[in-house]
């Protein structure tokens, strides 16, 4: 179908109706242009003399059928001496003659040596009638009367209208003797009408004419309008793209026409500016926000808080007789307004005609705002009249919004099912994507005023670097909760960090009348995929759930980025259990941590008892991250925050910066090198585990290592015994000394096979490496710690208490199987 996303601009019911059941009924091998501005586009670009006689409808295209061109006559028609006659307003309609013409006059407007002229028939359509065959005008007729080889298209023929046009295109093809039209002159014949369907010009000529066709006033607006002007108290609840605003500009001038002076009442801003552009002709209708009428009012109270200071002014302009001026009152966005000065308005308009227009499912967190039934009861009207028809949104965008909030009652678009209004985009770099997504935008025609780009919160800088260059001139930008009630032809919503709820979203998206991009940061859908029980917006785990694989490549390798930056610059050390480096410039440890893998995780924990940061590389699904040193082993103390990339001031450049120590760089000028001493006793610690590993060496002949090195020597130990790592041996959710403690419990139970565990001998055996860390804890603080250890076993279901002894702990029967028999005294 073409277009390809609804029916082209027309007044014509009968032609919007049958689109899309062409694009039901007719298999993928036809082609189907619908009228203008496809045929009339490319007329104007022919000579005079080139121009078909008229518009086509319907062209139809086939590859082995042929071409065919449809006129379509809505309404209902009956046939009186051989003429089609139009019921409601009985003038004769030359139905025969235009369809002919129009076939005749395409067929000459194309190149003779393209082979066109007698290549094209014709067929009537009369959606709404329902004719007697057998009178039929002969020249509709191709066979003898009362046969079925009939050129015309009836309402008892929409069930098989494909069959129907099939069988027409048949019998022109036999009438006219031509050959099968063939795939390449079908090509051909759609690049020379229809060029570039999908391409730039013709894009923006679908954004335009979605705009054209849809945002026009409705036969059934109008009812609704004479519905809500039979009555002088009336409260209008309609979802985004009813027409609100609309009917509510609608409502003004009927009013104006009454000679009644209205005051019209927003709490936009620019929902205002507007309105008083589309209303000032009417110099009866004064168009105000809220924020702004209240300062046309005398006597604000100073000294007050502001929300009550609003509503004193309302009130003492109402008892002032400051509401006297206006006959009408209509407000529009009307949930947004707190309830105490509707109050204050329904004082002031009592006896008078008040019109609320409101959308119960766009009101703000932050706005205390009111029902529809709050404000029926206020203003004494009766139930809500409810808007069901949606016209402003494409109907992809419509059945996204109805999934985000489920209305209460049925809502109707009437707007072509097409898959082409909505992106939602994965975005490595914001700021690129925008750039790319805008030059996008304007290269296919789109005028920079009907172009908005929206944010969820406050505006980001990426944001406003893009719109500040000289090429997005005249492109807006607000957020969405000032944009409310707002439409643009083109709406760009970026979102950049996690969102509160689904409404900024669906506020978003409805915002626009033909097309939407949406820009979501892939961190933003990272932490959703990590963290689904923690994403607040369905929407934003909906997006990240079906674009997870680009989600994970974009994180990997951003990931993988920061690692091989930061690493650029440092030494590694000589060590060969982990990838262990020292920054000179940063001033930093770097470790290399992977999941499953114990040596990352405690070389993280002996480095964290120095002075210096350990900036963490390579955990799964996260950007490397900084953490402070000075760690004792028996409290959790630091700060951590994850590694980035910014604009240091002092440093004129970009550097690496952490949230709590700033720019890296400059945090470095006031730290020491580390001695090169420091250096070797960590290189000897690995080679000890190694050695360890390797049973070169026992545990008690190292008394200098580390308790952090000697539980990841000792859990490699236990891992080789098990035949890999248990989730008892990657303890690192605690202190650095549980850590420690924890891990070697475990390796001691699995290497020992001891059945019972005494606490106080395990704690004096392995104090002497807790001493020997650079964060030596004393004895007090070393048993605090092995306590601990001991009790989360036993919760654990690892160890079990005895009766013996307060000290002595059975080791129970689900560790015993976990382990692997030993030998007794191997440890």
């Known amino acids: 179908m073409i277009p390809s996303d609804g029916p082209s601009v027309t007044e014509s019911n009968a032609e919007i109706n049958l689109y899309p059941i062409f694009k039901e009924k007719l298999s993928d091998e036809f082609v189907v242009i619908h009228s203008v ?99 039929l005008p002969p020249a509709l007729r191709g066979g003898h009367a009362g046969s079925s080889d009939d050129i015309v298209l009836l309402m008892d023929d929409l069930e098989r209208i494909g069959e129907r046009i099939r069988q027409i295109m048949m019998d ?69 793209g009813t027409g609100k605003t609309l009917l509510a500009g609608e409502t003004a001038k009927r009013a104006a026409q009454r000679g009644q002076r209205c005051l019209f009442l927003t709490f936009n801003k620019r929902i205002a500016a507007r309105l008083r552009m589309l209303l000032e002709e009417i110099e009866s209708c004064d168009v105000f926000h809220f924020h702004g009428l209240l300062k046309e009012m005398p006597g604000v109270l100073a000294g007050t808080p502001e929300d009550q200071n609003e509503e004193a002014t309302l009130r003492q302009a109402v008892l002032g007789g400051f509401f006297a001026r ?37 009101r703000f967190g ?6 529809s039934n709050q404000l029926c009861q206020m203003y004494q009207a009766p139930p809500a009249f409810q808007l069901t028809y949606c016209l402003r949104n494409p109907y992809q965008i419509h059945a996204v919004l109805r999934q985000l909030m489920p209305p209460p009652f049925q809502l109707v678009c009437p707007r ?38 929206l944010d969820a919160y406050g505006c980001p800088r990426a944001v406003y670097e893009v719109l500040s260059m000289d090429r997005f001139a005249g492109i807006e930008s607000s957020n969405v909760a000032a944009f409310r009630g707002m439409e643009s032809r083109a709406v760009v919503f970026v979102v950049d960090g996690g969102l509160d ?65 930061v690493v650029d610059g ?28 114990p040596a990352g995780f405690f070389w993280e924990d002996q480095l964290l008892q120095y002075e210096w940061p350990v900036i963490v590389l390579n955990r799964t699904e996260q950007v490397p991250y900084v953490r402070d040193g000075h760690r004792s082993l028996d409290r959790s103390t630091g700060v951590s925050s994850s590694l980035s990339v910014a604009e240091c001031e002092q440093c004129e450049m970009e550097t690496y910066h952490a949230g709590h120590l700033g720019c890296l760089l400059c945090a470095a000028c006031n730290a020491r090198e580390v001695p090169a001493s420091l250096v070797d006793q960590l290189e000897t610690y690995d080679r000890q585990i190694v050695d360890i590993v390797t049973k070169r060496l026992k545990v008690e002949s190292a008394r200098s290592l580390p308790i952090s090195m000697v539980a990841m020597g000792m859990a490699h130990l236990a891992a080789a015994k098990c035949g890999g790592y248990s989730g008892r041996l990657l303890v690192d959710s605690g202190t650095l000394g549980y850590n420690a403690a924890s891990t070697i419990l475990w390796a001691y139970v699995v290497l020992s096979g001891c059945d019972e565990v005494n606490r106080k001998v395990f ?22 710690v092995v306590a601990l250890a001991f009790d989360v076993a036993a919760r654990q279901g690892a160890l079990v208490k005895t009766s013996e002894s307060k000290d002595i702990f059975r080791v129970s029967e689900q560790a015993r199987s976990e382990r692997v028999p030993v030998q007794r005294g191997e440890l």
């Open 37 to 135: 501005p496809w045929l009339t586009d490319v007329a104007s670009r022919r000579s005079s003399a080139g121009k078909p006689t008229g518009e086509i409808d319907f062209l139809v295209l086939h590859p082995d059928y042929g071409v065919l061109a449809i006129e379509v006559k809505g309404g209902g028609h009956r046939i009186q001496d051989h003429h089609y006659v139009h019921v409601a307003s009985g003038r004769r309609v030359p139905v025969i003659k235009q369809a002919r013409d129009n076939a005749h006059g395409l067929a000459r407007w194309f190149d003779p040596s393209l082979g066109m002229a007698g290549r094209i028939g014709y067929a009537i359509a009369l959606p709404d009638a329902s004719l007697d065959r057998t009178t």
């Open 172 to 240: 022109w093809r036999i009438r006219l003797d031509k050959g099968p039209l063939g795939q390449a002159m079908l090509d051909q014949i759609v690049a020379l009408v229809s060029p570039k369907d999908d391409g730039e010009s013709i894009w923006r000529a679908r954004i335009y004419g979605r705009d054209e066709r849809w945002l026009k006033l409705t036969d059934q607006q109008i009812d609704c309008l004479d519905h809500i002007g039979s009555s002088t108290r009336q409260v209008v609840l309609g979802w985004p």
């Open 326 to 362: 206006w006959d009408v009152l209509i407000v529009d966005e009307a949930q947004a307004l707190d309830e105490s000065w509707h109050q204050a308005l329904a004082d002031a308009f009592d006896g008078k005609p008040v019109y609320a227009f409101c959308d119960d499912a766009q």
């Open 366 to 371: 932050f706005e205390k705002g009111v029902s």
């Open 416 to 453: 072509s099912r097409d898959l082409t209004s909505l992106e939602e985009i994965v975005a490595k770099d914001l700021r690129e994507e925008l750039e790319r997504q805008l030059d996008t935008l304007l290269t296919r025609g789109l005028a920079p005023e009907d172009i908005v780009v």
């Open 501 to 565: 709820s689904d409404l900024p979203v669906f506020s978003a998206y409805s915002r626009t009348t033909s097309y939407c991009v949406a820009i979501y940061e892939y961190r933003v859908l990272r932490d959703a995929l990590d963290r689904p029980d923690r994403a607040r917006s369905r929407q934003v785990l909906s997006v990240a759930t079906r674009h997870a694989e680009t989600v994970r490549t974009i994180s990997n390798a951003m990931i993988e980025a920061y690692r091989l930056g």
């Open 570 to 597: 440092a030494t590694r050390l000589t060590v060969s259990t982990a990838n262990v480096y020292w920054h000179p410039d940063l001033r930093a440890w770097l470790v290399g941590i992977r999941d499953g893998e």
């Open 763 to 784: 704690a004096d055996r392995f104090f002497p490496y807790a001493e020997a860390s650079p964060a030596s804890p004393t004895s007090k603080q070393w048993w605090s």
